[in-house]
């Protein structure tokens, strides 16, 4: 049986996660632990999120488990041209 969803008097942990990471500006430095702490997911999926938006140029890890939101602009002019 299939429970409809019901606004919550608290928001899900991929909403935590999401206003999180939409707040975070170029330079600022997050943590895996913090991210777990604020968000309540686990490190695991945390982790893969965050690997993911390293992989798409938006955060670099410049330490174990330490992520550093880059710019877009930052992003644009590592990233090699497409001929």
């Not at 299939?2 to 330079?27: A, K, V, Y």
């Not at 686990?42 to 670099?60: D, K, Q, T, Y």
């Amino acid at each position: 049986m299939h429970r409809l969803m019901t606004t919550q008097s608290s928001p899900s942990g991929w909403d935590r996660l999401q206003t999180l990471l939409l707040s975070i500006e170029p330079n600022h430095t997050i943590t895996l632990d913090d991210v777990v702490t604020d968000t309540g997911l686990s490190p695991e999926m945390v982790r893969m999120v965050l690997n993911g938006l390293a992989a798409a140029g938006l955060f670099e890890e410049p330490a174990a488990n330490v992520f550093v939101r880059r710019s877009l602009f930052q992003s644009e002019m590592t990233s090699p041209a497409i001929v």
